[in-house]
């Protein structure tokens, strides 16, 4: 009787052991599965921060690409406005200059008959001036009209000081009424054309 309660003793105490070391081992496992399962959620908040940070370095690199482009851009088009402009600047200048070559040419043209309806009128005495010379006359002076308006002006000559950038001196002549280097004559006329000389006056000066 005694041995079978030594027997009974012994078998609960060893089932209270392996009670004991089944708990233990529970425990360890529960531990070993709660750090895992925070390993787990640790990486996978890494892998998250990993693939934000990513996701933001790939989107800053884009955005810096897009603002290179775009600056990129606004230079090519602030060069050819540049350009654009000094063209437009450089054609309304050659428009112009051939503008003022044309008119010069067509003035130098004309000049010939102002110098023919002068030469006309001169010699058409007084006593003959008739309906025929206040035709001619009115004809010149509206001829001198237009030529005003288009700011083609006479050159003032006789009496004046000789100035080579407006007389061209081809003699000179003793006279009593300038001093000299003074113009005594003006044998034809000199124009000028917007305060260009188009053609320098014939003179003699006084010597």
């Not at 003793?9 to 708990?23: A, G, K, P």
């Not at 001196?169 to 260009?196: C, H, P, W």
């Amino acid at each position: 009787m005694a041995e079978n309660t030594e027997e009974i003793l012994n078998e609960t105490v060893n089932e209270e052991v392996s009670t004991d070391e089944t708990v233990e081992a529970t425990e360890e496992t529960v531990e070993t599965a709660e750090a895992a399962t925070d390993n787990a959620e640790a990486a996978a908040e890494e892998t998250v921060a990993s693939d934000k940070k990513t996701k933001k370095g790939k989107s800053d690199k884009k955005l810096e690409a897009l603002e290179a482009k775009n600056a990129e851009l606004e230079d090519r088009v602030k060069r050819q406005m540049a350009e654009f402009e000094n063209f437009r600047k450089r054609t309304e200048k050659e428009k112009a200059t051939m503008f003022e070559m044309g008119a010069k040419s067509v003035i130098e043209k004309l000049l010939p008959v102002v110098d023919n309806f002068e030469r006309g009128l001169a010699s058409i005495a007084e006593d003959q001036r008739g309906p025929v010379y206040e035709g001619m006359n009115m004809i010149y002076k509206q001829l001198m009209t237009e030529l005003e308006k288009l700011d083609v002006k006479p050159i003032e000559a006789l009496g004046q000081e000789f100035n080579p950038d407006f007389h061209n001196a081809v003699m000179q002549v003793e006279s009593e009424e300038f001093e000299e280097g003074i113009v005594a004559q003006e044998l034809q006329k000199g124009y000028t054309y917007r305060d260009n000389v188009v053609r320098h006056s014939m003179v003699a000066v006084a010597q």
